[in-house]
């Protein structure tokens, strides 16, 4: 594919009208709506690329180092990350007034908050990452396996949906037979998941899923899919421009887990022979292309035993 960007030299040969390579679009100035590691990373990255840097902040980060390290910073709110980093009305002043062409979400936050990211285009503010409308299709994991399933990518068996209450849910339970993981639609990070064995076990979890999945993420919807007995975790990363080309970057492992939550990846995988790969590679391009995905992503799956993935989710 080459390189997303230029380094500064060739942005500045090419703004001089020299070199025979081909104009390519530039960002002046980059809004940075995240803090800590992640901020520094992006700055770092800006930096190598001769792209000036607006840190936003909140009273409690004032003394941050991505504060310190950016060219400019604003402050947007409060401590508590819902009146500062999750103010979608703040950061957008904070853009407008920084006068910046672009957004960079960094991860978590609003990262994959399609609402921000139409919000930014209505603005006319670059959002680096997917545009909302392919956002939303992978975004809602529900969404993402009906996406999987047109696109003949293989998923965990499961219900064909939401399920809407206790009595729909104990009947998908019983169809594909226990155990089963209760999940929720939204958001990650292990959060609104949980494991029934039985129907004794299934009502419990069911709404403790839920009322995690309500607090956590704002929407208390869930579905049901069979309990894979001790998968690997495998995550594809792909990288995809607006021209439809699309490429895999190979696996990592995340299997080594403690509460749902990753806890070290390894990459290569330990289990990936040189077909798997390039089934399971062939499998993310394919879906990310039925959907018209661009920017990076990660596909994660579900590997048994006997080497048969099954999708599971996307993180945009």
Do not use: W
């Amino acid at each position: 594919m080459g390189r997303a960007f230029r380094l500064p030299e060739e942005r500045l040969a090419l703004k001089a009208g020299k070199g025979n390579a081909c104009p390519r679009v530039m960002f002046e100035k980059v809004l940075i709506a995240n803090r800590g590691e992640i901020a520094l990373r992006v700055i770092r990255a800006c930096r190598e690329l001769g792209i000036r840097t607006l840190a936003i902040y909140s009273e409690a980060d004032v003394d941050s180092l991505h504060v310190q390290l950016a060219d400019e910073a604003i402050c947007i709110g409060a401590a508590p990350s819902s009146e500062s980093y999750l103010k979608i009305d703040r950061i957008m002043s904070a853009a407008e007034v920084g006068d910046v062409d672009a957004i960079h979400p960094g991860y978590g936050f609003l990262a994959e908050n399609a609402h921000f990211a139409e919000v930014c285009e209505s603005c006319n503010i670059n959002f680096i990452g997917p545009p909302a409308s392919v956002m939303r299709k992978m975004g809602d994991k529900n969404l993402a396996r009906q996406y999987a399933r047109k696109a003949g990518v293989p998923v965990t068996p499961g219900s064909d949906g939401i399920v809407p209450d206790e009595n729909e849910a104990l009947k998908v339970a019983r169809k594909i037979g226990y155990p089963v993981m209760i999940k929720a639609v939204a958001g990650g990070g292990g959060r609104g998941m949980r494991v029934a064995h039985n129907d004794a076990s299934f009502v419990p979890a069911f709404y403790a899923a839920r009322m995690e999945a309500e607090n956590a993420f704002g929407n208390p919807d869930v579905y049901i899919e069979k309990l894979i007995a001790n998968p690997h975790h495998i995550e594809f990363q792909i990288v995809a421009d607006k021209h439809g080309h699309i490429v895999h970057l190979g696996e990592r492992d995340c299997s080594i887990q403690r509460r749902n939550q990753k806890v070290i990846e390894e990459c290569p995988s330990p289990l990936m022979t040189d077909g798997l790969r390039k089934k399971m590679g062939h499998a993310c391009v394919k879906l990310a292309h039925s959907v018209g995905y661009q920017n990076v992503g990660t596909m994660e799956f579900l590997v048994d035993n006997s080497g048969h993935f099954f999708f599971m989710e996307m993180n945009t």
